[in-house]
């Protein structure tokens, strides 16, 4: 891949801006080698907690009739044990790979994000942000200073890089400096949106955790809102998120802030995605004159 | 996409089989292919795979047999269900003219659906289905009516070939595998197994798979085909041995 | 149209749920006869500000290709002195008509309300939510203290029922509490969730805004949770409202908890939306065997 | 649908007529008729509404004169604008066979899409088009060679009839009206209204109007056509003399 298309986050340097988003695989040795046969320039995996965790039961994700996917996983995952699996399978296939992790308590993060460190992992990505699983959730991530202890304690252990990842919230702004200010590297920005679908016979929510995460299109101008926003407070490196379906939506994210970004849904419905995200990336920058999408990063902000 | 369906009838085709009518309130959108399936949901219990028995104008039929929760609500429980799907790749018989289809136990449950494109290719099908107990069979004619030949087997020796339908299949194929264009297989992972093991160098054999289906979306990875980096829900049920062969070995080891 | 589908909220009687949301013309008495004339069985207007507003310089709106639509009208209005010749339009129609306010301090608030009231009005609608426009807007909703004065305020001076709308935020049940404590006899939820859009090209925000709400099918899962939660908490009379397209849509929203629906983005884009949502409504009533569509409501709720 | 387009090139058609070529990043989706409009969006500035002067091949034409910022910067400014449309009814020529357009001023920008419209479904199209001063005039024919005759009028009266079009044209349907099908008017509301008087009754008269469009899609109703419960952007711009009949007396009290 041409060099236009480097990028470098969270002191990372990979060769491209496009990375899976995660919870889309990133449990198993086995999906480290499907996302990146499918050309993520990195791998996020799946949230790890200290235990394994079984997930709730299906319906666990339901593809939306008004667009998008609701979703509520549950944090299924191995537990810690399972990082080492993946870290060494993304070693072997040349690919960088970011951790997600979350936790019940301060003590937990600290934890697992040990492990990823120990295990050779690339970044960690402290997900603050579930929309869906109680007390490991967007209440975390919704409050400033609990952002702050959690990125701050992470932080001050390791000498990977630290992302924290947010969800949307009324203090997101202030939640993202108080991030940067602990010592976060970047930020990903956004999680799923809290949403709900009924079945209109059987009048029962349908997914088995009633409430799930929106995803996909749907959420894509609120994210670009966040990081535009953010960019224009802190100016920090961001990891754009939500909804990014086409290269359109990922010139959107750049123009707004975001150094890199994250596809999820997107990838369930077009394996080829990430493909034509890069070519009409290259295009565009071509039609522009822009010979290094880094230049581009922010540009909508005057 | 999700969508709406009222059980309209339950049909009780042996001692252990079920075949349930679904009136979907909106059709599937596509026509499903052949060993495709679809994730049905019943409210407030749970949400299990199951292959497209038979489709035609805004009815689905799904032919089981009651191993859990999932399934005795299937039986159990009327008003109305979810369906997802169809999900998978399926198969298509577009150029083919002859073809054995093997089945075991519930393996038999896609056959209606693929019986019908047969006939409508003018594709000859002829059917091995091998179950425990002999008590489990139906006349496959019934809901199958345009295949050709059809072999029983049966471990408790009561009807049919004495013994399991792989060895009822290996030593037909022995015979007969020139006469088939391909082989679609069925059932317990073993039996897939032996049959690519032993037949898969006499005719091109396709087995269809069964594994934890959550999300039929190629999201959670629940459907990992372990060793093999592929997702049941996404990338199957329909592989030829050689994709899958690993996978099968691998199974078989646990 | 016949008995099934009459619904009783906030105190009104009106033949059929579906109302049109606020900010969909209603602001010039020819635009309610265009309301009347398709088929809404009360008409909801512009919000009303005690001064006239211009609004905001075009492009105030623009349609996303992710779906939906992207708006910063900016509040134009005709001010107080708008709001008797509407009132005097719906009473010529036959039509209930509830006023939508948005003030500055409680005083705007309580003095349009007068004005809405001594011109005959139905109802009034506490427009607290608007998520574009400085002051006037999400601020507001997101506390439920100043939901509570500004509520309780209104609620305390008017005889008409008094509806509060409130947007999407972080804590939207509390302040759908307050809003009831306050005296609110209703509540619409929600309103269009703050968002951007860039053209990519010149690396412009396309609105003249920058930011807008986005409104139409992908907010509709999160404007449902939402509506299934301010039910499940307070059992309130709840005007949904957000993405609502179809019947299926509207039926969601009934089994969530709603007892009437306002349809905004879909109108624009389907002039028959409203007599296309009521023909299914009845369908499904008839499959399900109900006779009455109150009986429905909340019916999610186990 | 938004959709960028760059600005490709400019032609300067008269004293204060220009002709602006954009060039389309991706189609408009849709074979825009005549008398639609668009919605072009000056980054930074305004956006616009702006007749369809001519559509091919994902190039778009619009033909304006400078007024304010937003027409100043259509004219001054380079590089990349929005597009929003096509809005608007527009008309379809499909049942007639010979048609009169009457333009006064800017109202002849419509004209090159609706001659190629009328070429294609062989519809004899004569032109009418009046302007205060002669200098604004331009040859229509360069932008749409297929019409048949062309009758200038001039206020200044240097070139072709002296006066107004809506003289011209009530004198030349006073003889010719039975020629024609319908008859086209596209111009200043007082002109819509002379000619709706006077004409009306002789033939069938459609009017293109014009309105403060802001949002474009029936929402922000900036584009009602008091007295009369329609709205430009929506209903229009195109409308018999009859439905808008109280809304161009209306407005011309004022
Ligand atoms: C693609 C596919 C097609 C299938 N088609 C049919 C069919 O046509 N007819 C039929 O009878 N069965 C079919 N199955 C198997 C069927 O899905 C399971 O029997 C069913 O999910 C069991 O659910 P339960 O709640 O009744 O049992 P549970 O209580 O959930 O489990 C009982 C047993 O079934 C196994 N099982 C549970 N869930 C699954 C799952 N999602 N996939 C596979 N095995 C599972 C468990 O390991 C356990 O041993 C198919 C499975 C797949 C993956
Ligand atoms: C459906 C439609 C099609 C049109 N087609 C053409 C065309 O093909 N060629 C052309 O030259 N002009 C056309 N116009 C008129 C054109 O839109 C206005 O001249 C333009 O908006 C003025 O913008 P401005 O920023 O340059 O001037 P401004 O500074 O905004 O205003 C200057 C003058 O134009 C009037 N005006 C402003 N905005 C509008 C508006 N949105 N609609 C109508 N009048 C307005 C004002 O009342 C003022 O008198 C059309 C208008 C409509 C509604
Ligand atoms: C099926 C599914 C599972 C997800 N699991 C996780 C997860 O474990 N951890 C996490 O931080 N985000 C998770 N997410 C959220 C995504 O990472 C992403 O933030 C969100 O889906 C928005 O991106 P998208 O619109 O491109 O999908 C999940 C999303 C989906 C659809
Ligand atoms: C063009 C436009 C203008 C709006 N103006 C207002 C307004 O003045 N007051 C208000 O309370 N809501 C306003 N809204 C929000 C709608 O009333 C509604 O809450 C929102 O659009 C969600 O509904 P929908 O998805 O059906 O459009 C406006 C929405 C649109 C699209
Ligand atoms: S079932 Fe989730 S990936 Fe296949
Ligand atoms: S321009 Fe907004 S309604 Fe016509």
Known sequence: ?302 | MFRSAKKTRIMILSEKYYYVEFSLLEDLGVEPRPLQFVNIWIPGVDEVPMSISQYTEEKLYVLFKVVGEGTRGLRDRWGFFGVKGPLGNGISLNNYSRVLFIAGGTGIAPLPLLARHAERNGVELDVIWGVKKSSELFDVKTLAPSVNNVYYASEDCIVGYCGRASDLAERFLREHAWRYDIVICVGPKNMLLDICRKAGSLVDVYVSLEAIVKCGFGACGSCILKPIPKLLCTDGPVFKCNEVYKHLEWNSQY
Not at chain 1, 71 to 78: D, E, K, M, S, T
Not at chain 1, 111 to 126: N, Q, R, T, Y
Request: charged share 20%.
């Open chain 1, 1 to 302: 891949m041409s060099g236009i298309l480097n990028t470098r986050i969270a002191g990372l340097t990979l060769e491209h801006p496009v990375l899976n988003a995660s919870g889309i695989l990133g449990s198993d040795p086995e999906h480290i080698d499907i996302l990146a046969s499918h050309g993520f320039s990195a791998i996020v995996t799946k949230t790890f907690t200290l235990n394994p965790r079984e997930g709730y039961n299906p319906p666990i994700l339901v593809e939306l009739r008004s667009g998008g996917f609701l979703n509520a996983i549950g944090l299924a995952n191995p537990g810690i044990q399972g990082i080492k699996p993946l870290v060494d399978r993304a070693k072997l296939l040349g690919k960088p790979i970011i951790i997600s992790i979350s936790g019940n308590s301060i003590e937990e993060f600290t934890k697992i994000a040990e492990v990823a460190e120990d295990s050779g992992a690339s970044a960690v990505e402290l997900n603050l942000s579930c929309p869906h699983v109680k007390g490991l959730g967007l209440e975390l991530g919704s409050d400033p200073f609990t952002v702050f202890l959690v990125a701050r304690e992470v932080s001050s252990i390791l000498k990977i890089p630290v992302i924290v990842k947010l969800g949307l919230s009324d203090r997101i702004i202030e939640s993202a400096g108080k991030a940067l200010e602990a010592g976060a590297r970047a930020l990903t920005l956004i999680n799923t949106i809290r949403a709900l679908a009924i079945d209109i016979y059987s009048f029962k929510p349908i997914l088995s955790n009633i409430y799930g995460g929106l995803s996909g299109p749907p959420i894509k101008p609120i994210a670009l809102r966040v990081v535009y926003d953010v960019y224009r407070e802190h100016r920090a490196e961001i990891i754009g998120c939500g909804g990014i379906s086409n290269w359109t939506d990922a010139a959107e994210f750049i123009l707004a802030g975001a150094r890199a970004i994250q596809v999820g849904s997107a990838f369930l419905k077009n394996r080829k995605v990430v493909y034509e995200i890069l070519e009409g990336i290259k295009k565009w920058m071509n039609v522009l004159g822009y010979s290094s999408v880094e230049s581009l990063v922010g540009r909508s902000h005057v």
